[in-house]
């Protein structure tokens, strides 16, 4: 008896876990900034591709990409993944083919190339080219958008027609309406639980007190009938009495 309890109290624990999980996954969502230009999100990135003229291919300098990235970071490129990814839509955004800056650095203390924020460069992409010949603090990265290839280029001397600016998402709970299937699976949680519980309490008390849970609704009638006989025995003494 103590094991089937057990249980069922676990089943309904789990159960209630389960509903949590659900309502968590539900609540959260990606987030990517709201300040009216166009991002979007790839893993848990945002990108924001930076549309240029329609009838002509707009140029920008080193400084000038970082500038229009408003306070993100330019592209960043930590897996074979999210290289293709730029790849897929870049033709989304511009016609034909765009070099566009990757936010590489030349890092004096290590003397290795680095993403902005110091993040160590994981993955590489270098088209297959002799070295450069540029000076390291002099060398920046662009990446061609019709191979996927990087090709080191001069920070202060070039200047590619694409940008894209980067940033990562962050959880916040959404403000949404809600949802009728997370409604119903509450319903039915709060349900089970107090079935579950009703049951768990009726056999304790029973376990407890034997039949005695039983007898308290056992029907009492509210006055007692007398038998045949002496209902009359009662009548004959009553006779009896009359003078």
């Known amino acids: 008896m103590e094991s089937l309890k ?14 949590l999980c659900i309502q ?27 549309h240029g003229e329609e009838d002509k291919i707009k140029s920008y300098t080193f400084e000038s990409a970082k500038t229009l990235c408003r306070g993100f970071e330019l592209l960043t490129i930590q897996s074979a993944e999210e290289n293709d990814f730029v790849i897929k839509y870049s033709p989304e955004v511009w016609k034909g083919t765009v070099n566009v ?11 290795n190339m680095m993403w902005f924020g110091d993040d160590p460069v994981l993955f590489t992409n270098w088209e297959d080219s002799s070295p450069s010949d540029l000076v390291p603090l002099e060398t920046c990265v662009s990446l061609h958008s019709n191979t996927g290839k990087w090709e080191n280029v001069s920070c202060l001397e ?86």
Not at 6 to 19: A, K
Not at 101 to 111: K, R
Request: aromatic content about 10%; charged content about 20%.
């Open 101 to 111: 800056w990757l936010g590489m650095y030349y890092d004096t203390n290590s003397d």
């Open 6 to 19: 057990n249980n069922r109290r676990s089943r309904s624990v789990l159960f209630c876990v389960f509903v």
């Open 158 to 243: 070039e200047v590619e027609n694409g940008v894209v600016c980067e940033t990562d998402q962050k959880e916040e709970v959404a403000k949404q309406k809600p949802n009728a299937l997370l409604s119903a699976l509450v319903i039915l949680s709060v349900v089970a639980i107090m079935g579950v519980s009703a049951v768990i309490w009726f056999l304790h008390q029973k376990h407890n007190l034997g039949s005695t849970i039983l007898t308290a609704f056992e029907y009492h009638p509210p006055f007692r009938v007398l038998d045949t006989d002496q209902s009359c025995l009662v009548e004959a003494e009553e006779t009896d009495s009359v003078p």
């Open 24 to 50: 968590l996954q539900l609540s959260l969502t990606g987030h990517c900034p709201a300040d009216r230009r166009t991002w979007v999100s790839f893993k848990d990135k945002c990108y924001h591709f930076v």
